[in-house]
């Protein structure tokens, strides 16, 4: 039987299945990539849900795992050498299972770097943007008066989308015939514009016919329905 009592997080969120990886998340964006990467790998898991809306995340006992205060992030009972090893970060997450399994990730090594990035592009700017339009469009920031910021966030969103659907053109995922872990990073931001933000007339969504395949693609896949909801609301 592993035992995970040498992670303080584990008091407070009790592992049913200490030789499972353990998930702590919420279905956020940034939270499902790592169940449905979890579900598209078959790796057993046991999620724990950490509510944000009650502001779990910045509870010492889930800080001890994460000292920025985010979801998602994962402790691995059977890392490297055997040993545990906990992660935060979803970028980081979704490489480390990729190259644990083998599996979402090239191992030719220009494709690998090439899909790395696609990553990075979700992580540094995709991620990013997207939250803080959906923060003044949809939620608390919707009543601040001065509607700059919100004019900024919509058009860098819009102009992330149309980098997007130019990578797109004549691809079926964003590494073409390859479904990888570039996908599954950014198209839960882009399904979040249209069921979260309700965003998809304000930012022309509808109009981009290669994103919307790839999204129609990504979400028909049965690990993304299953990720979709884990762990649930």
């Given amino acids: 039987m592993t035992d995970l009592s040498e992670f303080p997080i584990s008091n407070r969120w009790s592992a049913q299945h200490p030789d499972r990886i353990q998930l702590y998340s919420f279905p956020t964006p940034n939270g499902v990539k790592i169940s449905i ?3 598209e790998i078959g790796l057993p898991y046991e999620a724990h849900r950490v509510d944000i809306t009650k502001n779990e995340t ?6 001890s795992l994460n000292p920025n205060g985010k979801i998602p992030a994962i402790i691995d009972p059977k890392g490297p050498d ?3 090893l906990a992660l935060f970060e979803s970028g980081a997450i979704l490489t480390y299972l990729a190259e644990k399994t083998g599996k979402l990730l090239p191992k030719d090594p220009a494709r690998r770097y090439e899909t790395l990035q696609w990553v990075f ?5 995709v991620g990013p943007m997207f939250g803080q339009f959906g923060f003044f469009y949809k939620f608390a920031g919707r009543e601040i008066d001065d509607k700059r910021p919100l004019n900024r966030y919509r058009d860098e969103s ?3 989308l149309g980098v997007l659907e130019q990578r797109l053109d004549g691809r079926r995922w964003i590494m073409g015939n390859d479904y990888s872990i570039a996908d599954i990073a950014i198209f839960p931001w882009v399904r979040g514009l249209k069921v979260v933000y309700d965003a998809s007339e304000l930012l022309g969504l509808d109009s981009l016919k290669n ?4 999204l129609e693609r990504a979400l028909e896949r049965p690990a993304s329905q299953k990720g979709l909801v884990v762990p649930p609301r």
């Fill in 82 to 84: 055997g040993k545990p």
């Fill in 158 to 160: 819009r102009r992330l």
């Fill in 37 to 39: 990467m979890l579900e």
């Fill in 58 to 63: 910045w509870t010492d006992s889930f800080l």
């Fill in 211 to 214: 994103v919307n395949a790839w």
């Fill in 121 to 125: 592009f979700q992580m540094a700017s």
